[in-house]
């Protein structure tokens, strides 16, 4: 029998709990088809209902045996390749709809496109998240295309190839830093992020021995992508379709940083000096255990393991005890609204950290360093 991190037998895997994200789509069909105050239906879904199932349904502290073969997951795989066709017709099957088969206000149709956001970033990112992780080819070029659909393709090299080796330190983009409001750490990502995944993709080439400027370079591939969706959207559409579809594009970006903002707020990696710090630890992610939102995000809040098992499936992600990871006191959904209201955030969370600190790292007395994360750091190759 396969011991875990929280010191649990193996728990026995089934999928089908995990297609409960597919309850998306009839809701977003509701609200094109009826308006009204079933447009609320998406936001109250996610917001609302998602949080009172976890508080009533509580936790899933049980682990599955990491070393399930893929063959055994395809279920889990089959999941995350359909959503792709899934959402194109969700988004330009909308935006067709709103344009040219039914009569909703304005406010109606920003309304419909805000909870198709809600529904391309809560569920489209974080399915294209899991697939540009993994080694095969097919897989990645899902997840490019589900990113481009929310305009956001070099989202897979900066999570890659900065987020990752770089997470807690200067040169990660959106590790929030302590007292930092998430207004202030969503302008950073949307406006340094392309610049970050730029220069990682030339540093890479660079090492190669190519410049950045070749068709191997993926931020290419990335922007011809969104070119394609963009043009997309005005056969369908046309300028209006434009609009909305950048619309959506942005609120799921939205809700994308709002998570990551969420995931390794306030934790920072020891500087070593000389611009090196310590390999990445489990305890710098932010976990949750909650059951019903980790079925909605598979298991994305399981995210110490992801960090340090990248490559590892989502219904493989262990989920570890207290004593080894801090934990959230909620699931993502409530934990990102509040993300929303600065004040409050850093009531519940300065502590939070501050406690974190004292306990990983008592030895550190000046954190004026990494309280705004802003020790020197190296310039990359190339």
């Known amino acids: 029998m396969t011991m875990t991190p929280s010191g649990m037998a193996s728990a026995p895997l089934r999928a089908w709990p995990y297609w409960i994200t597919l309850t998306f789509v009839p809701l977003v069909m509701l609200a094109v088809l009826a308006g009204g105050w079933t447009i609320w239906l998406i936001p109250v879904y996610g917001w609302v209902l998602m949080p009172l199932l976890d508080t009533v349904l509580g936790k899933?502290?049980?682990?599955?045996?990491?070393?399930?073969?893929?063959?055994?997951?395809?279920w889990f795989r089959l999941l995350t390749w359909v959503w792709l066709p899934v959402e194109i017709v969700l988004v330009y099957g909308t935006l067709w709809a709103l344009t040219h088969a039914v009569d909703?206000?304005?406010?109606?149709?920003l309304g419909i496109m805000f909870g198709?956001?809600?529904t391309t970033g809560t569920v489209g990112i974080v399915y294209a998240h899991e697939l540009f992780h993994k080694t095969n080819r097919f897989e990645r070029n899902?997840?490019?295309?589900?990113?481009?659909l929310v305009l956001y393709g070099h989202f897979r090299?900066?999570?890659?190839?900065?987020?990752?080796?770089w997470v807690g330190t200067p040169r990660d983009t959106v590790?929030?830093?302590?007292?930092?409001?998430?207004?202030?750490?969503?302008a950073r990502a949307l406006f340094t992020g392309f610049g970050s995944a730029w220069r990682a993709e030339k540093a890479m080439l660079a090492r190669r021995g190519q410049g950045p400027w070749t068709l191997r370079n993926p931020i290419f591939k990335y922007l011809a992508l969104q070119a394609l969706f963009l043009a997309l959207a005005w056969l369908v559409a046309g300028w209006?379709?434009?609009?909305?579809?950048?619309?959506?594009?942005?609120?799921?970006?939205?809700?994308?940083?709002l998570t990551n903002y969420v995931e390794h707020y306030g934790l920072t990696r020891r500087h070593l000096g000389e611009g090196k710090y310590e390999p990445v630890r489990a305890h710098h992610s932010w976990d949750s255990a909650h059951r019903v939102s980790g079925l909605l995000l598979i298991n994305l809040q399981r995210h110490a393991d992801h960090h340090l098992h990248p490559l590892r499936r989502f219904p493989l992600l262990q989920v570890y005890d207290e004593d080894t990871v801090p934990m959230l006191p909620t699931g993502y959904p409530p934990m990102t609204f509040l993300a929303m209201i600065p004040p409050v955030w850093r009531r519940m969370f300065n502590p939070k950290v501050r406690a974190w600190r004292r306990r990983y790292y008592p030895d550190i007395e000046d954190w004026s360093d990494y309280k705004t994360l802003s020790t020197p750091m190296p310039r990359a190759a190339g």
Request: negative net charge.
């Open 60 to 74: 899933n502290l049980s682990n599955p045996d990491p070393d399930t073969p893929d063959e055994d997951l395809l």
């Open 104 to 109: 909703r206000t304005p406010a109606e149709t």
């Open 116 to 118: 198709i956001g809600v």
């Open 142 to 148: 899902l997840g490019d295309l589900l990113m481009a």
């Open 157 to 165: 090299t900066e999570h890659n190839l900065v987020h990752h080796p």
């Open 175 to 186: 590790t929030a830093r302590y007292n930092e409001s998430f207004y202030r750490a969503f």
């Open 240 to 257: 209006i379709g434009v609009g909305l579809f950048v619309f959506q594009a942005f609120i799921a970006v939205w809700q994308l940083e």
